[in-house]
């Protein structure tokens, strides 16, 4: 037997990837689809967001976000749910000089390596998104990022694991005996008996494990518009404040996200709310005018190097798929076969090899 | 005493009675991650890093505040976000309960643009902080009549800026700094707008007794790499400070005498 802990989009995605190959999973998770799942916004945009010193994340980035397509219509084929896959590049704009300065010297960044991208003025940026202030003074399209809509993809997930147990509970702990793994205890102390054990919870992974996972708070909005507003995900770079918007077909706009060290504080705060709508209303004049439909706040897994941890991790049997960081819904295709393949004892991809749990290991005894 | 590297044990910097061997004040602000951050203040040699409080969770499992206890790195919290007297004073006493340090980077800015201290608030708070016991180094602009001022209220050290937080300008006006340091008789530690290891240096040669940097650092291409140019830099300053540099002269001056020399035919 294969517990799987957390029902987001990784848990769920490891799950469905899992039972597709005839292995006996069972998911446990109080609330499936509730924690940052819900939450986020959904860009694929490993080469929009591209750091400095993130090469091999751009690698995970990218072999994830080329299995969208598939992922997509296999999902759409299996359970008749459309995630909402699009593919219309990324747009980051510029509000100032600064800022413009910066995404130049990003574009320069993204050419050494060889991305397609295309550095745009102003005007042409407009040319795009229309709603864009007639201030925004330049940008960068990377054609090949995309968009998806993290819920649809929780329902299609759920949907398509309609044949994997859900023990609608909370772990307590996972049970290590002779060093190695023989199932989780729940909240009520009953156990579930397991051979392998997958840490798929998120920012709560480190109370389950010794991996290096904190919450990284998020608040994010999301505002309806009636008629076409935008076309595209698009990052806004606003007096060095870098927000986004993300558009769906249904009308609804994401508007994210803080980034706050705050532990587990859920707490949506004025401030919050604030400097989102500022930037946003900066960009974008016009959303002063759109319905206000929701504001939340969940937790990004962090681990110190923002990248996540996958892979066998610690006692036998247990793997570790978490610290996703930003990142969760782009790394959801790849970590799901790339675990599923652990779990079957098969070469996962090459891409995830340098995000082992081992690479904490000199300073994972003192955290 | 080896005379040639003063820099570490022989010359420290001392604020309120504490000692220092770096001189290069951290900030924690902007790093792509914490494992980057750690690798730049490591290689930063630094011993006091700042951290904003409005911004951290003090008991949360992870954070940056784990990082600096790990490496024995002293912690100065900052107010940061702060516009008024009334919200530094109250983040600063936050601050001390969460942290247990009397100690306060004080930050009271003006506006969100240019995010250059507001000096009435500035020295309001340094005041009321003062009257409560707090070691206060506040962030000033490069004025020296309010860096007195500030002295003269009891902060323990000044901290003007070179340039606008974040700008990497450099420092604007040597000038100030100099008259800064001349009249000051607690440390000056320049803080905010050094760009590159040149700008550091010349912080340390107009006299400053320290220099606070983040965003030099965290947003480099190479943060790391950053951190160990800024720590060589901090120290070749000072040296060259000790050391006491040539008068400047119109005229080239031959470093060997004309005197003396062999002609033809003698």
């Given at each position: ?48 967001e591209l750091q400095y ?265 247990l793997l570790a798929a ?46 | ?162 340039s606008p937080i974040g ?100």
């Amino acid at each position: 037997m294969i517990v799987v802990i957390g029902a987001g989009a990784i848990g769920l995605g490891i799950a469905w990837r899992a039972s597709q190959r005839g292995l006996p999973v069972t998911l446990v998770d109080p609330e499936p689809g509730g924690g940052a799942s819900h939450v986020a916004a959904g860009m694929l945009t490993p080469v929009g967001e591209l750091q400095y010193g993130e090469e091999q994340q751009l690698r995970l980035g990218l072999d994830s976000r080329d299995r969208y397509p598939e992922f997509a219509a296999e999902l759409a084929e299996r359970t008749g749910i459309d995630i909402g896959y699009r593919k219309e590049g990324n747009l980051s704009v510029a509000y100032d000089t600064d800022d413009l300065a910066f995404l130049t010297d990003q574009h320069r960044f993204q050419e050494s390596l060889g991305l397609r991208t295309e550095l745009l003025t102003g005007r042409e940026c407009r040319r795009l998104e229309p709603m864009l202030a007639p201030s925004v003074r330049g940008g960068i399209l990377a054609p090949d990022d995309g968009s998806v809509d993290p819920r649809r993809v929780v329902r299609a997930l759920l949907a398509a694991c309609e044949d994997v147990p859900i023990v609608r509970r909370r772990v307590r702990e996972i049970v290590v005996e002779g060093g190695a793994v023989r199932g989780v205890r729940l909240e009520d102390g009953d156990v579930l008996a397991a051979e392998r054990v997958v840490v798929a919870a998120g920012s709560w992974s480190a109370e389950l494990a010794d991996l290096p996972v904190r919450p990284v708070k998020g608040q994010i909005l999301r505002l309806h518009s009636p008629y076409p507003f935008l076309t595209r995900a698009t990052r806004g770079l606003v007096r060095g404040f870098s927000m986004y918007l993300v558009p769906r077909p249904d009308g609804e706009l994401v508007v994210g996200a803080t980034q706050e060290e705050l532990g587990f504080d859920s707490r949506v705060t004025a401030g919050g709310l604030w400097e989102l709508l500022r930037d946003a209303r900066t960009l974008f004049p016009g959303v002063t005018e759109l319905e206000f439909k929701e504001v939340s706040a969940s937790f990004r897994p962090g681990s110190p190097d923002n990248s996540p941890i996958l892979g066998f991790a610690g006692p036998d049997g247990l793997l570790a798929a978490t610290g996703h960081f930003r990142n969760g819904i782009l790394l959801t295709p790849l970590t799901a076969d790339a675990v599923a393949d652990l779990l079957e004892g098969k070469e996962p991809p090459e891409a995830i090899r340098p995000f082992g749990a081992a690479r904490f290991a000199p300073t994972g005894d003192s955290r | 005493m080896d005379m040639t590297n003063m820099t570490d044990t022989a010359d420290p910097l001392v604020i309120a009675g504490r000692e220092f061997g770096s001189r290069l004040v951290m900030g924690t602000g902007g790093a792509p991650s914490l494992h980057v951050l750690e690798e730049a203040l490591l290689a930063s040699g630094t011993e006091l890093t700042t951290v904003a409080m409005r911004r951290i969770d003090p008991a949360m499992k992870g954070s940056v505040l784990e990082v600096l206890d790990r490496h024995g790195i002293g912690v100065l919290p900052n107010t940061a976000g702060c516009f008024t007297s009334g919200e530094a004073v109250l983040t600063a006493r936050l601050a001390r309960e969460a942290l247990g340090t009397s100690w306060v980077k004080l930050e009271v800015i003006a506006d969100e643009h240019t995010l250059l201290p507001d000096p009435v608030e500035l020295l309001d708070a340094a005041e009321r902080l003062v009257a409560e016991g707090f070691t206060v180094l506040p962030y000033t602009s490069d004025d020296p009549v309010l860096a007195r001022r500030l002295e003269q209220a009891g902060c323990a050290a000044v901290m003007p800026l070179g340039s606008p937080i974040g700008s990497g300008m450099g420092i604007r006006n040597p000038h100030n700094i100099e008259l800064i340091v001349e009249r000051a008789g607690v440390p000056v530690i320049l803080d905010a707008g050094i760009g590159t290891a040149s700008d550091a240096a010349l912080a340390m040669e107009l006299g400053c007794d320290a220099v606070l940097l983040a965003t030099a650092v965290t947003r480099a291409q190479r943060p790391a790499l950053m951190a160990g140019a800024m720590r060589r830099a901090v120290e070749a300053g000072r040296a060259a400070r000790l050391a006491g540099r040539i008068p400047v002269r119109r005229l080239a001056r031959a470093s060997s005498p004309f005197e003396g020399l062999a002609t033809a035919g003698s």
